[in-house]
T-cell receptor
Framework: SAVISQKPSRDICQRGTSLTIQCQVD?????MFWYRQQPGQSLTLIAT?????????ESGFVIDKFPISRPNLTFSTLTVSNMSPEDSSIYLC????????????FGPGTRLTVL | RKEVEQDPGPFNVPEGATVAFNCTYS??????FFWYRQDCRKEPKLLMS???SGNEDGRFTAQLNRASQYISLLIRDSKLSDSATYLC???????????FGTGTRLQVFP
């Protein structure tokens, strides 16, 4: 299984500011994924981060709001830009444990509160 | 209609009980199926993959009915530690995206 870490684990931010979340995987993976879990809800995919190319965003999510970097095969960042209270959520990254794996393992999440 | 639908519960059961969760999915091109478990304020963790032939892991049994687009999870001899939210997850053929159901909350009481 892949071991995935995220930083920060939690943050409280003022509206209008931006926060960058880091995700580190202990092995090289082709794809990494970013999800959002709003209070009391299930997970929603924000985007797929591929190394060497632009991220692929799901409907309802745009690059200007959630820019993603993927500089190498073990690391990705998600920035939540110009935050509003509606962005208060848990943000999780994930990756498959291997190139042929269908399942994904998740990082511990970043709990974001926007005041 | 949501792509993956689950009864949100909560299911409140005594220790030792048998409980079953159901899940339906709308995309017939779905290829891979999973049950994840999520504890309060934690990330989802893979409980088991679900295969067409059905599979069992200790007290947990998962079944898949492709014709009805239906997935189930059976937990026998429930333990207090089984209390969590169980997420039905589907992956469509030829994509890498996981689609999550809303989750079914289980509370096992003494």
């Amino acid at each position: 299984s892949a071991v995935i870490s995220q930083k920060p684990s939690r943050d409280i931010c003022q509206r209008g500011t931006s926060l960058t979340i880091q995700c580190q995987v202990d092995s090289q993976v082709t794809m990494m994924f970013w999800y959002r879990q709003q209070p009391g809800q299930s997970l929603t995919l924000i985007a797929t981060a591929n190394q060497g190319s632009e991220a692929t965003y799901e409907s309802g999510f745009v690059i200007d709001k959630f820019p993603i970097s993927r500089p190498n095969l073990t690391f990705s960042t998600l920035t939540v830009s110009n935050m509003s209270p509606e962005d208060s959520s848990i943000y999780l990254c994930s990756a498959p444990p291997g190139p042929a794996a269908n399942e994904q393992f998740f990082g511990p999440g970043t709990r974001l509160t926007v005041l | 209609r949501k792509e993956v639908e689950q009864d949100p519960g909560p299911f409140n059961v005594p220790e030792g009980a048998t409980v079953a969760f159901n899940c339906t999915y709308s995309n017939s091109a779905s290829q891979s199926f999973f049950w994840y478990r999520q504890d309060c304020r934690k990330e989802p963790k893979l409980l088991m993959s679900v295969y067409s032939s059905g599979n069992e892991d200790g007290r947990f049994t998962a079944q898949l009915n492709r014709a009805s687009q239906y997935i189930s999870l059976l937990i026998r001899d429930s333990k207090l530690s089984d209390s969590a939210t169980y997420l039905c997850v589907v992956k469509t053929y030829n994509t890498d995206k996981l689609i999550f159901g809303t989750g079914t909350r289980l509370q096992v009481f003494p």
